[in-house]
């Protein structure tokens, strides 16, 4: 008899932040926020953020990990993805929070696999970068107040942001630059995101991209720093944190969910590659 998923972390939508919107319409919302504020129990979204600081100050946790927030940073927030926050009272930032059928209007310009934004969902931006970003954030949300807001526009303007977003995220972090030079390393990331619950050993993966688990294995060392292995590990743990912070499925409910068939299994890997059990790291959230 199939297991029913129990998930506890609150799935928070759009409709929740429109009545202290500053503009929007029923695809975006333009928000700022100005002075401190606190989120102290994770909890998630059915739509995608993008949060653009102009001062910034405090604690973002996103899928359980610390980010400080800084000046002139852009922080990226996926339907899914776990999220809390302490922010300082000097803190200055705007937000766009967008439907998950409009965002596919303009997603294909965030030119790199969704999963590499989640891995490093806080950008550093450039002096030049951030100046583009603000204006186009504030030109969206003065279109917003028109009476007649043109949506085309917006997506336009939402397509120029993850432009600049992709150009500063391949600038900041190695592995941007090296799927968009290597097709088949990008393939690869892409097929682990697929398969990752079913299939945890690199041979799948080769033959798929027609190369030698050998061959597959060299190019991550030589352009990632990491094993091909070490990398589909690496995204098996991600879930599981995710998993562990947002339901209430027991230890062997996740390990069954993960695709290992022995729990014991399963909780000694977590520790290998955490140095915390499971449930060690659900008690301590």
Known sequence: MPMKKRDDAPLISIEGFRKGQIAGREEIIFNELHGARSIDKPHKHDFFIIILFDQ??????????DYPIGD???HVLF??????WEIQRETIA???MVEKSFF?????YFRFSFTNY???PVIQLSEQAFKLLLYEFIAIKNELKQPQSLVQLISARAAVIAAIVSREAE???TEFKVYQTNPRLAKFNL???EFFKEHKFVAFYAEKLNVSANYLNILCKKHLKVSATTLIQQRVITEAKRLLQSTTLSIKEIAFTLGFTDHAYFSNFFKSQTGITPSGFRENL
């Open 56 to 65: 910034g100050n405090g604690i973002h946790n996103i899928d359980s990990l």
């Open 72 to 74: 002139h940073e852009i």
């Open 79 to 84: 339907p899914g993805q776990m999220h809390k």
């Open 94 to 96: 705007y937000q766009l």
């Open 104 to 108: 596919e209007h303009f997603s294909p």
């Open 118 to 120: 989640q891995n490093h």
């Open 171 to 173: 600038y900041t972090f």
């Open 191 to 193: 097929l682990i995101d």
